[in-house]
């Protein structure tokens, strides 16, 4: 951590079309209405695009807290409603740690280790090369 | 050595963006006085779950943060302090699963699951306070002591 | 032979017995080395022992000069301390419990009561009654010394062993291209567990893992709370995108879970190597005989 407070992230999280998939990357602290708007969002953006599957890179999120957690898990349902996957990939040890200790184990949701295994499990390539993502030290 | 500066602060909880501050006011505390990467973890994400129950429940409130120590090993004391409508049911509120908001209902039960001490003290009326502990070395302890 | 040399005015016991420790150094060394204690401690020559035990009759005449005799923290046993810690660890090495060390210990002082009484034949009975209690007290504080000492020792030593243990039996094995593995071995407590969950979930990101297999093989006794652990690695290990497989629940582990109404929702294979077999199956990789063509 650095000594000054990192920005919150307010507003829209940008939601990335990848042929079939749309890739959200969620990074630092998220504001609550912020969630609530990338839920709005994905749901808008999948009924009017007709993709099949959500991947949610969290490799940059240090919490999920229960409300997060809610999020992801209705993100997940509504995406399923609409006919598309929902995966969440990266998630970190200490975060998955906490989560499970506060008693959020989230069975709908499908995870993976990186966005690579997330676009795998979604049935598609991952694109060459994306930057940006944290978690693509050399396999 | 670890001094008060950085570590014990009151902050307002008064809105959604006051969470953030909280979050990243806890994770700097509990990363000053040598808290591991899991304990702050779950330290900040308890703080993230009472400050929501201080703001949504509690119509907002603060929260204060204290440095304690015990036996030379450093903690973190947050206390959050509402004057809400309070709790009737302590033994319910507690409970896996119950709640009156739009959470997954595992807010104060999971919360006194992050942490090392868990109090709280209700009047119905009168508002809340939830006090919780959490302590930086645990029993892996650190090598040099060999 | 009494060698009497109260002459006029007689010392104050603690003096009396500096004195006579003073004067008497050689045989009580001589005498200790037979003692079980410094016979079996120092055991390449006689005269170690009579050395040993000459150090501490030097410590313990310090002692009686400053007054101290019932002060464990007097400055005259620093200079043993390390000395005693050697010998009662060496004791206890040797299988000897705690109590038999101390009695050990209360062994040395017969054989210097007896000299100081020979010494004092001629004095005043009370004279010699009261130099005769300053050394009981001063020989009870020598143990107290020693005890003391060497529980330290052995405290430092179990902490440290206990944190060597920790560390040493959760390592993560890098079984194939993404398949790590920890074999447990002894008891889950909760620290240990927490240990254990770090550590494979750390290896499962640094290995880009999707299975990880925790084996059990070598755990005693799977309790609730056992279970729990296993099962909050299974559910982290699964948030991350990564799949947990448990091995080697032995037959009598399988039928205690059953006993505890546990529901270990997990997937769960006889041993390692099945394990094995499984992830590897599940990365689109099968183990075939080269023989038959047969898995």
């Known amino acids: 951590m650095s000594e000054a407070y990192s920005r919150p992230v307010t507003g829209h999280v940008p939601v990335l079309r990848l042929g079939d998939v749309l890739l959200v990357t969620l990074q630092g602290d998220l504001h609550d209405s912020t969630a609530q708007q990338l839920q709005q969002d994905l749901a808008e953006t999948i009924s009017r695009t007709g993709v099949r599957g959500v991947l949610i890179d969290i490799s940059g999120v240090e919490i999920v807290d229960s409300f997060l957690g809610r999020v992801l898990a209705e993100i997940a349902a509504q995406a399923r409603l609409l006919a598309a996957r929902t995966v969440v990939a990266g998630m970190r040890p200490a975060v998955a740690i906490t989560l499970v200790e506060l008693g959020l184990t989230l069975p709908g949701l499908s995870t993976a280790l990186s966005t690579e295994a997330g676009m795998e499990l979604l049935g598609q390539q991952a694109p060459v090369t994306r930057p940006g993502s944290p978690r693509q030290e050399s396999p | ?146 | 032979m009494p060698e009497h040399e109260a002459d006029g005015q007689l010392a104050t016991p603690t003096h009396e017995v500096r004195d006579f420790l003073n004067r008497r150094r050689e045989q009580i060394a001589q005498r200790w080395a037979d003692e079980p204690l410094f016979r079996t401690v120092f055991t390449v020559s006689r005269d170690e022992a009579v050395e040993a035990g000459k150090v501490v009759v030097d410590a313990l005449a310090q002692v009686a000069d400053s007054d101290q005799v019932e002060d464990p923290d007097a400055a005259g046993f620093s200079g043993v301390r390390e000395q005693l810690a050697r010998m009662g660890a060496a004791r206890s090495r040797a299988g000897l419990s705690n109590t038999q060390v101390s009695s050990e210990l209360a062994a040395l002082r017969p054989p210097v009561e007896n000299l100081l009484a020979a010494d004092l034949e001629q004095a005043p009975p009370e004279h010699l009654r009261a130099c005769s209690t300053a050394l009981t007290v001063l020989m009870g504080t020598l143990r107290l010394v020693a005890m003391q000492t060497a529980l330290s020792e052995w405290q430092a030593l179990s902490d440290r062993q206990q944190m060597q243990l920790m560390e040493v039996a959760t390592p993560v094995i890098r079984l194939w291209d993404g398949i790590v593995a920890v074999p447990l071995i002894g008891t889950l407590d909760s620290a240990r567990s927490q240990v254990v969950m770090e550590t494979l979930l750390n290896a499962v990101v640094d290995q880009h893992a999707r299975f990880a297999i925790l084996d059990i093989t070598g755990v005693p006794t799977v309790d609730s709370l056992v279970a729990q652990h296993l099962m909050k690695t299974v559910a982290a290990a699964r948030l991350m995108g990564a799949q947990c497989i448990v091995s080697g629940i032995r037959p009598a582990i399988a039928q205690t879970i059953v006993h505890l109404g546990l529901d270990l929702d997990v997937i769960t294979r006889a041993s390692l190597s099945d394990a094995l077999g499984y992830a590897l199956h599940q990365l689109g990789a099968d183990i075939v005989n080269p023989g038959t063509g047969q898995r």
């Open chain 2, 1 to 146: 050595m670890h001094t008060a500066a950085g570590v014990e602060a009151c902050l307002p909880i008064r809105s959604d963006m006051d969470l953030v501050w909280v979050r990243q006011h806890v994770r700097q505390a509990a990363a000053r006085l040598g808290f591991g990467l899991v304990e702050q973890t779950k330290l900040v994400t308890a703080a993230s779950e009472l400050a929501r129950n201080t703001l949504v429940h509690g119509g907002g409130g603060q929260m204060e943060a204290v440095h304690v120590s015990s036996g030379g090993v450093h903690g973190l004391r947050l206390s959050f302090t509402d004057e809400g409508p309070g709790i009737a049911d302590l033994d319910q509120a507690l409970s896996d699963g119950y709640t009156s908001g739009n959470g997954l209902g595992m807010g104060l039960s999971g919360a006194r699951r992050l942490v090392h001490d868990f109090d709280i003290e209700s009047t119905p009326g009168a508002g809340t306070t939830v006090r919780v502990t959490c302590w930086a070395a645990q029993p892996p302890r650190p090598r040099e002591e060999v």
